[in-house]
């Protein structure tokens, strides 16, 4: 376990676990979240080795409306997603740029399209819903395009 934060927000921090055993079982989950709560930690990450009991799953799921807890595989994280030819460049948009954008273009949060929590860009940036990413991809015609998406 160690932890980590922002660079530009040392208060955000977040706590990240690998535990020992090849299958997480609702025993360590319940660890790490009284970890969290003794560290005063919101989120936090679990990597685990071969699989997650359902019920694990479902107790972090539980604990979701106070903590923001996710899982990865081990071998999930082994290749860095962003870093692929085919993946365009994505920033997190902070609230204050998401009402400069929602304005400028005179859109409702609706209006905009949608980036699901479970796509693997949004869980690489542990994107919860009503945040917005920007995404900009290289165009022949215009240089670059640049969209817009909602996490739902």
């Known amino acids: 376990m ?16 690998f535990p020992e055993d090849s299958s997480v079982g609702i025993k360590a989950i319940k660890e790490y979240c009284q970890l969290m709560v003794a560290k005063g930690v919101g989120r936090g990450i679990v990597v685990y080795q071969d699989k997650i009991t359902p019920s694990a799953a ?52 609706t209006q905009l399209p949608r980036i699901q929590p479970s796509d693997p860009i949004a869980r690489y940036y542990g994107l919860s819903r009503g945040q917005v990413v920007k995404i900009m991809r290289p165009s022949e015609t215009s240089g670059r395009y640049v969209s817009y998406r909602l996490c739902y």
């Not at 160690?2 to 990240?16: C, Y």
């Open 2 to 17: 160690f932890m980590v934060q922002k660079k530009d927000d040392p208060a955000d921090q977040m706590l990240v676990f």
């Open 58 to 109: 479902k107790v972090m799921s539980e604990v979701s409306s106070s903590y923001h807890l996710e899982s990865f595989q081990e071998a999930d994280l082994l290749v860095n997603i962003t870093e692929h030819t085919l993946v365009p460049q994505h920033i997190v948009l902070t609230p204050e740029e998401k009402e400069t954008l929602l304005k400028r273009y005179r859109l409702k949060e």
